[in-house]
């Protein structure tokens, strides 16, 4: 199975994620932007996945929630920026638990023979920012999910 790559150059407020997964973009893509599917693969595999609102559109919001089993829950919100195409997304991202700490993500899908690379760079507004999130073992919970929608992305009946 591919290997998730999580680079955090010192000094830098950018966290960049790249993997390959063996799948057309288009499938790549849908399951960044269909919420039945997101739930499936978002987040660490020992969590549950709600979606309370999810307009993947030029200005529209999103908000899930993750719940582990003895349900504390973990919301994330943001909002689309442009219109997501397989060709990318924008959007931001911001934890409940810490307003007001918001980066932006760069999310590209480019094809590569039958493969694809997905790329995000998230910008954070600091470096103490980045390294909180760093901090809070967000390398785990993004290499689970990935290794999730590898899974998804296999059934081929998307």
Do not use: C
Not at 18 to 26: G, I, K, L, V, Y
Not at 94 to 102: I, L, Q
Not at 121 to 126: H, K, L, R
């Amino acid at each position: 199975m591919p290997e998730t790559t999580i680079t955090a150059e010192p000094g830098n407020s950018l966290i960049t994620i790249t993997r390959e997964f063996d799948a057309p973009r288009e499938l790549v893509f849908r399951a960044h932007v269909d919420p039945d599917l997101l739930v499936q693969w978002l987040g660490p595999r020992e969590l549950t996945m709600t979606v309370d609102r999810y307009e993947a559109r030029d200005g529209g919001t999103y908000r899930y929630i993750h719940r582990n089993s003895e349900g504390t829950e973990y919301g994330f919100r943001g909002v689309f920026h442009g219109d997501p195409t397989p060709d990318g997304l924008v959007q931001t991202f911001e934890f409940d638990g810490a307003p007001g700490h918001v980066s932006l993500n760069l999310i590209t899908f480019t094809q590569r023979g039958d493969r694809t690379e997905l790329r995000t760079v998230a910008s954070f507004t600091s470096v103490a920012d980045r390294d909180a999130i760093l901090d809070a073992d967000m390398s785990r919970g993004v290499r689970d999910g990935h290794d999730r929608l590898e899974e998804l992305l296999a059934k081929a009946q998307l």
